[in-house]
């Protein structure tokens, strides 16, 4: 009788995954308003794709390849070369394909300009964007290619992790930062940026902080990290403000503790909170002359992502890069900054602190601070000397007093000693 291995045919995985559902699953999973965007834009690229390249949706194209395929190794080569075609199309800038900006039906924002046609993808971007499409596909499509498939599709040569900035965007100087502070009108986005300008939060982790996670009264005052960051990792620790930045937090803050404290309503949505932030601060770079663009992306070089870039560089400059990186939560330094005592990274902070500040008088402000509170140790310091200096003539003066106790009970146990000796001689001249 043959041989035969104990296997139990399972049912076929389902392969009736919506769209929809596949999106949504990416807030249910993480958590994450910033996850599910994610996933929005991957599935929006990838459409756009199949439409110029294919001349279909996705969908359609999935089930195209299933009915042409007739064996499995024909879908497998024919899903790798839709993914080689996809890693071309992330490579190249789209300005035939206008991405519809903004409310209403303006036809202004159908104008090809800059920033509204699709733009090539970083090359430090393209192979997580194919991995997720690549799980589109196999979770809405059916579709599931092997990872050793994959040596088929060249994905370009990439900066390795801990060596780059998890975003393009070029810090500002003090000068630049006290200028945009200067021309924006807002009060909350004046707030918004000296808070970023600190703590290195991402926009939208700014958008996540509530005003129970401040702690303004302890030195320095503090900021929790947001229990899930814009990315959807677990959050760990705090952050630091400076004094001018606590006092400009609290106009924020409202009785209830689980309040939004930078978005302008509980209501607005983190998206929302994001793109109205980046306009404000756009009108302010274009007042300024600060439009540059990188060549290779044609994003912009200032952004709101130069005030983190800011605090980085700062930082950097007043103690080390892997102090900075940890700062700013970059993952392969994270690890170095968290060993740190509450108190070093306190110290840390309070190095890059007056090159944090924006306004010269606050830098002043807060060097003469610094002076005071050196002052201050200092004069505690003699104190404590003066204190001990005290304690030493005491101590010296009591060592006399127990020198001097110690002769007169010497003193007195030899004049003991004498009088035993004559009272034995006399006994002894008695008795003879």
Known sequence: ?????????????????????????????????????????????????CLK?????????FNWMKKQAKTPDTLTRLAVDFLKQYVEF???????????????????????????????LHDNSISGNVARSRRFMSQVGGIRIHDDDMIEVAMPTVIKKGQYDDEEAEPLTAEQAREVIGLTRDHRARVIYNFMNDTAFRISETGLVTDSDFDLESN???????????????????????????????TLLRDNPDNFTFRKTNHQTLVSFRHAELKKIKIVYRKLGMTQTYEDSGRSKYNMHSWRKRCGTEYARNNNESLSHGYLRHSKYLAQYLIKTKEERIEAFRRAEVDLAVDEANKQKIRIKRLESEKSELQQTKERNDELEQRMKEFEQQQIQMMQLIQSGKATLQGIQNSETRMKLTTKAILQ
């Open 53 to 61: 390249v294919h001349g279909m949706q996705p969908e359609q194209v």
């Open 90 to 120: 992330c490579k190249q800038d789209h300005k035939d394909i206008v991405i519809s900006k903004g409310r209403g039906k303006n036809p202004d924002k159908k104008i090809l300009n800059k920033n509204n046609y699709l733009h090539k």
């Open 220 to 250: 320095p005052p503090s900021v929790k990290l947001p229990r899930l960051s814009s990315k959807g990792v677990r959050g760990n620790g705090v952050r630091y403000l400076r004094d001018s930045t606590a006092r400009l937090v609290k």
């Open 1 to 49: 009788m043959e041989k035969r291995p104990k296997l139990v045919a399972k049912p076929q995985l389902s392969t009736t995954n919506s769209r929809e559902k596949w999106i949504e699953a990416g807030y249910t999973k993480n958590n994450s308003l910033s996850a599910r965007d994610s996933r929005v834009a991957v599935v929006s690229r990838l459409a756009h794709y």
